[in-house]
């Protein structure tokens, strides 16, 4: 099959924003490639390797490539492509650089599994290492919790930074048979963890519904079928539906073992764009039962002061704040 490929050169702090403008577009596969120049800046405190290749790319840009299986047409998808780039830069205030866009046509041997060699084993927390499906690879300690991940072209791998700092504070902070929820899963990585660290159940969310088959695929491959459940919805939909959502009447005990846990929960894990976590705030307060634990991230840097704002108003305390590169991810209680 031939296939079109759009690229566009940018910045790295904005890759995961035009990943979902790509993906909202219909491609059928979306490629990142950051700088792989050696002054790059990673956090290998748990012994992590980069396995991503020197490159020309300069240090703190990006290639974002989508792939489209004969569209008709193409201009309307650079059109497309220029709108979703001219919003993350007047509306959203971000840098995104160059913003050069190119078209070219490629066979789909070229792109659709060329990635894999680039992806590895990578140990992301004491306890949690993210394994792709092809790939051998032995415990290095008996504590040790392989996460084997396949993440299809559309979703992560879970080897980036906001990924791997919702890992490390999950293990931080599930309690063994503690119930929560994951906010647009993905590949369902977060949601496999928790079940892994000693979730009874978890209700891993997202509206897409091609990443709702690749989490469900990869809960039954980690085995943890029976303690996570896989659903297309939004959080204000889990509320609507067990009966907790703002003016209702609290019915939600009964209704909420339709979906598989019982509201409040005592954890909400969220690795999402800045933007759409300010989207959710109230809901993720409302969800969770007092004194619970919101984990956010997907936040750069430069929006960490307004999300904290938001947690705050919405009635959360923030307990702490990690940080990796540019990234953060924010840790907060609900008074």
Request: proline share 3%; net charge negative.
């Amino acid at each position: 099959m031939r296939w079109h490929e759009i690229t566009i050169h940018t910045r790295e702090e904005i890759t995961e924003l035009i990943a979902s403008g790509f993906h909202e577009m219909g491609a059928g596969g979306v490629t990142i490639e950051e700088s792989g120049t050696l002054a790059k800046q990673r956090d290998t405190s748990f012994g992590q390797l980069y396995d991503t290749p020197l490159n020309d790319i300069p240090e703190g840009e990006a290639i974002v490539q989508a792939y489209f299986a004969d569209p008709e047409d193409v201009e309307a998808l650079v059109r497309q492509l220029e709108e979703h780039v001219r919003f993350v830069r007047d509306e959203l205030d971000y840098d995104v650089g160059k913003a050069t866009i190119s078209v070219r046509e490629v066979d789909e041997e070229d792109w659709a599994h060329s990635w894999k060699q680039y992806y590895k084993p990578m140990r992301v927390s004491d306890r949690l290492t993210i394994k792709p499906t092809w790939e051998s690879y032995e415990p290095e300690s008996a504590d040790e919790m392989i996460i084997e991940l396949d993440p299809g072209m559309a979703f992560g791998t879970g080897t980036h930074p906001t990924t791997s700092l919702c890992l490390r504070t999950l293990e931080r902070e599930v309690e063994p048979g503690m119930e929560l929820i994951d906010v647009g899963t993905g590949s369902g990585v977060l949601a496999i963890a928790a079940a892994k660290l000693g979730a009874a159940r978890v209700l891993a969310l997202d509206l897409d519904p091609v990443a709702v088959i690749s989490a469900t695929e990869n809960v039954q491959l980690n085995g943890v079928g029976d303690r996570v459940a896989v659903m297309e919805s939004d959080l204000l939909g889990v509320l609507r539906g067990a009966g907790l959502a703002r003016g209702e009447d609290g019915e939600g005990a009964e209704k909420a073992a339709d979906i598989g846990i019982r509201l409040p929960v005592k954890l909400v894990v969220a690795n999402i764009l800045a933007e759409v976590i300010l989207l959710f705030v109230q809901d993720v307060y409302d969800v969770l039962e007092s004194g619970g634990v919101y984990i956010t991230s997907g936040i750069y840097k430069n929006k960490e002061e307004a999300v904290a704002q938001g947690l705050r108003q919405a009635g959360f305390d923030i307990e702490r704040i990690e940080r990796d590169q540019d990234w953060v991810a924010i840790v907060a209680k609900k008074r």
